[in-house]
């Protein structure tokens, strides 16, 4: 990763955070946060978060967890012990930012609702992540990111755009939950701000079904509004060793294309104009596969990409981290969870005056029990122990 040495403390440096969150959508919600700089402590059950124990694993731990969870500290409270909820109200009235994507009223049903909360500290903003909503006869819904991508449309919409498929595609990258935790992150971040002119807090309400509609809005008024001609398809194009693909959309990029590929009479025989739009495009991907046939997808890219057109051969994701353009940014940035190095993809949030980064740090269950009570409450370490003789706080105790 390039250094900048002339980087100044993250944005949110010096804002706190109570992370309630597991699995992938508040993980990544709060991890922004610590990105940014925040100092985010993650409030996990005795068991852990559900991703401690996902695969791939090496060692007992995962990377999978180090990667959503990086730069945060952990702290074990079993919320069913005597004492437990008043200690987390303690830690709330020293916090500036809770986040949970437990099920609807499960949090309040403890008392650590927003209502609770806003008690100890009235200015707090108080995140709600769930997959539909806080209010409303869905709310109770369980949701994982495969079932809101099947009720809020979006698997029948991936289809739509497939060739002689007629049934939803095995398997999904979480785009709801990695969505989600972004706009929950963006909406903390713009209660943060009226906060500083305000004075007031906030509640927020995000749901992961109300994100899935929003990133099809092509579809959406698609059927509405039928189109008087085809969509167009961007389909993964055969070279001799891989794939391709290629987007000429504007006049200037087909010209770029045709010029580049040596075939300048594409411009009459297959024009991308007029109400034959989308089936010359489809010719045109045709006619662009007997060029590439005899061509490795690394020479149709080279050869598109220098004429202008955007073009990408098809990599994996390690191939990519792993191209120059990302060495050059620092996209890949090497961790060390105790178990081993591995590599993971550096915050997408930039900044050219303040540290935006991965953090190295990733935290064992309740590491951090003792560091953060006696920071943020002033705890001596005999009422450490004490609450841990009592089994409201939990520390896994050393592998022999």
Not at 107 to 132: A, M, T, W
């Amino acid at each position: 990763m390039t250094a900048q040495s002339n980087l100044t403390a993250g944005a949110l440096d010096g804002i706190r955070v109570l992370d309630f969150t597991g699995v992938i959508a508040g993980p990544y919600c709060a991890r922004l946060m610590a990105d940014l700089g925040a100092e985010v402590v993650k409030i996990e059950a005795p068991i852990g978060d559900l991703l401690r124990i996902a695969s791939p694993r090496r060692k007992g731990k995962t990377p999978y967890f180090a990667q959503l969870n990086a730069g945060k500290d952990s702290v074990s409270i079993d919320l069913k012990k005597p004492g437990a909820i008043d200690l987390v109200l303690d830690l709330a009235e020293k916090a500036d930012v809770a986040i949970q994507n437990f099920r609807p009223g499960v949090l309040s049903d403890y008392g650590l609702g927003y209502e609770d909360l806003k008690v100890r500290k009235p200015d707090i903003i108080y995140c709600n992540l769930s997959g539909y909503g806080q209010e409303g006869p869905g709310k109770n819904h369980s949701a994982y990111a495969p079932i809101v991508h099947a009720s809020a449309g979006l698997d029948l919409t991936m289809i739509s755009h497939q060739e002689g498929v007629d049934i939803p595609l095995n398997g999904s990258i979480p785009f709801a939950d990695y969505l989600t935790g972004v706009h929950g992150a963006t909406a903390i971040m713009a209660a943060l701000f009226r906060r500083e002119r305000t004075g007031q807090g906030e509640e927020i309400d995000i749901a992961m079904a109300d994100v899935i509609f929003n990133v099809q809005a092509f579809e959406l008024q698609e059927h509405q509004h039928p189109l008087p001609v085809d969509r167009l398809i961007y389909r993964a194009l055969s070279a001799k060793d891989g794939y391709f693909v290629v987007t000429p959309l504007s006049e200037k990029n087909f010209k770029d294309l045709i010029k580049s590929v040596g075939h300048p009479e594409w411009a009459e025989e297959i024009p991308l104009r007029g109400p034959d739009f989308a089936s010359n495009w489809r010719k045109l991907m045709d006619a662009l596969e007997e060029w590439a046939v005899d061509r490795t997808a690394a020479e149709c890219e080279k050869i598109i990409s220098a004429g202008g057109c955007p073009v990408a051969k098809y990599q994996t994701v390690l191939e990519a981290l792993q191209s120059e353009q990302s060495l050059h940014r620092g996209s890949c940035v090497e961790m060390n969870d105790g178990c081993g190095s591995f590599l993971v993809p550096n915050t997408p949030l930039r900044m050219k005056q303040a540290d935006a980064s991965i953090k190295s740090k990733v935290s064992t269950l309740g590491q951090d029990n003792e560091s953060i009570l006696q920071a943020w409450l002033d705890m001596s370490a005999n009422e450490i122990d004490s609450l841990t003789q009592q089994g409201v706080l939990f520390k896994p105790k050393p592998r022999s």
